[in-house]
């Protein structure tokens, strides 16, 4: 009896040992915290993915949407989140301007987590709204410095993407608008089509179906080259703007200390997706690519994550942007 007792017990606690949850991982759904509002270019990214990552991963992917403080929010809850694999982040160019923006960071980007692998690069999209009185970029230019503040620009937040491209536009014209931030930048586009808001700046996952219908006014992108399904508007360098380029780059996060069996199995989740032709396809469709294979590793993503820290750090500096 005691004999079963104990036999049972020693059982209990392999099966309950790291690295046999690990073996046996996804043994439930696994969440994608996602760090702005549903119907947003990250989170559609993310509903991509989490498609996509369901078969190679062997179990369900959810799209946990937790929005606030330009995505800060939700990269603060999963570093502290329980490091088995249960919850990863889907998060982008934002990591890496945060410690910079943010006199208070309580994560660190490189040490808080086990990187994953990048996703994608996606470039912006300078848009008004469709009533927006400027045919082109130049009458775009002119209005805005006729205006200034009385013209509004939408963005997700201190932190988000769209924060940095209209900063770094404000900057290159030489001239401050009205900022309206949001949960996200889907719900900007509604207000944006509406007409509440004059313009913002967004990745093209958000924004390509919306020119196409004629919903929005598009004056340009913020590619060194022009994007291929977009290939109508001229990029912002092109315009005037010498050098403005944005890359939203999206990349998958686990809580630091996840096991490593687990990081694997993520990574070649990841790695398997991007190569399947209908994610290729849906991204084509939104005007990005899935990133090439050798960057979608743990090394890679850590690499180009720690290069980014250290490229828009002095760029924010000299913009002279914080937050609390
Ligand atoms: N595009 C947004 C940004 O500006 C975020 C989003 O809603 O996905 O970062």
């Given at each position: 009896m005691i004999r079963n007792i104990l036999r049972g017990a020693v059982l209990a606690a392999i099966f309950a040992s790291p690295l046999a949850q690990a073996q046996q991982y996804p043994s439930k759904a696994v969440s994608i915290v996602v760090p702005f509002a549903a119907g947003g270019p990250t989170d559609t990214v993310a509903r991509v993915m989490a498609q996509a990552m369901a078969k190679p991963l062997g179990g369900q992917l959810i799209v946990e949407n937790r929005p606030g403080a330009g995505g800060t929010v939700a990269a603060e809850y999963t570093a502290k989140a329980?490091?088995?694999?249960y919850t990863i982040l889907l998060h982008h160019i934002g990591m890496s301007t945060a410690p910079s923006l943010?006199?208070?960071?309580?994560?660190?980007?490189?040490?808080s987590f086990e990187h994953i692998g990048l996703i994608n690069d996606v470039p912006m999209t300078l848009v008004a709204k469709?009533?927006?009185?400027?045919?082109?970029f130049k009458e775009l230019l002119a209005y805005v410095k006729a205006n200034k503040s009385k013209v509004s620009y939408a963005n997700?937040?201190?932190?988000?993407a769209s924060h940095l491209c209209g900063m770094l536009f404000m900057s290159a014209i030489e001239t401050d608008l009205t900022t309206i931030p949001y949960k996200g930048t889907g719900p900007a586009m509604n207000d944006l089509i509406g007409g509440q808001v004059d313009f913002m700046c967004d990745q093209t996952t958000n924004t390509t179906g919306q020119i196409r219908a004629g919903k929005v006014k598009a004056y340009g992108v913020t590619s060194k080259v022009r994007v291929p399904s977009l290939k109508d508007i001229p990029t912002l360098d092109e315009q005037g703007?010498?050098?403005?380029e944005v890359g939203v780059w999206h990349a998958f996060y686990a809580p630091k200390g996840t096991p490593k069996p687990v990081v694997d199995k993520l990574v070649a989740a990841l790695q398997e997706s991007l190569k399947d032709p209908t994610v290729k396809q849906r991204f084509n469709d939104l005007g990005t690519d899935p990133i090439a294979q050798d960057k979608a590793t743990p090394a890679a993503h850590r690499n180009h994550l720690k290069a980014e820290i250290e490229k828009w750090a002095p760029l924010i500096k000299k913009a002279g942007v914080y937050a609390d």
């Open positions: 329980n490091p088995d694999g943010y006199r208070t960071l309580r994560f660190s980007p490189l040490e469709p009533g927006f009185p400027a045919k082109d997700a937040g201190i932190g988000s703007l010498k050098g403005f």
